[in-house]
């Protein structure tokens, strides 16, 4: 995680997060920690407050008929774990996401595995619009405690540069 404590007032600090526009650096990797390891309540919970009706994810006799032979954890709860994984290194301070693509699920994901994150960066350019801010893009992939990669996607974010971000003002 990229933390720094900022000073607010003589002998008063906040703790922030993330990366300013100028911190990416194309072709860098960032390894996202802690791991997760998902349970059957996070798979049961997310499953059912989204509305995913679908046995496959929460009635194990259903799912032992399947080829998978158990409860398969909801790809959207992994996307999101992932994702969440890596905001205090690649998003903290994200002013919006612009975008995301080619998001790829390569392997099932099932109750006790643990996960893990790296995010690469792909390309950054400055706002034409925003002088204050630039566009980053990243490729985010997952993987097994194991090294089965079991996602990946790509996501374009509006960045502050330094010094414009709103942890940057003191008076939050």
């Given at each position: ?14 703790e ?21 390891t ?32 158990r ?22 301070k ?27 960066v ?51």
């Amino acid at each position: 995680m990229v933390a720094e404590a900022k000073e607010i007032s003589k002998g008063r600090y906040r703790e922030s997060y993330g990366r300013y526009f100028e911190d990416f650096k194309v072709g860098d990797v960032y390894e996202h920690r802690p791991g997760r390891t998902i349970s059957e309540s996070d798979n049961t919970w997310f499953t059912l407050l989204t509305m995913n009706q679908h046995p496959l994810h929460f009635d194990a006799e259903y799912a032992a008929k399947s080829e998978f032979g158990r409860p398969v954890v909801n790809s959207c709860l992994t996307l999101s774990i992932v994702a969440g994984m890596s905001v205090s290194d690649v998003s903290q301070k994200t002013i919006a996401n612009l975008g995301w693509d080619k998001i790829k699920l390569t392997s099932p994901i099932f109750v006790g595995d643990t996960l893990y994150a790296e995010s690469e960066v792909l390309e950054k350019r400055e706002s034409n619009s925003r002088p204050t801010q630039g566009i980053v893009s990243i490729r985010t992939i997952g993987k097994k405690a194991d090294g089965t990669q079991f996602i990946s996607y790509e996501r374009t974010m509006l960045i502050p540069k330094r010094g414009h971000a709103v942890d940057d003002k003191a008076n939050y």
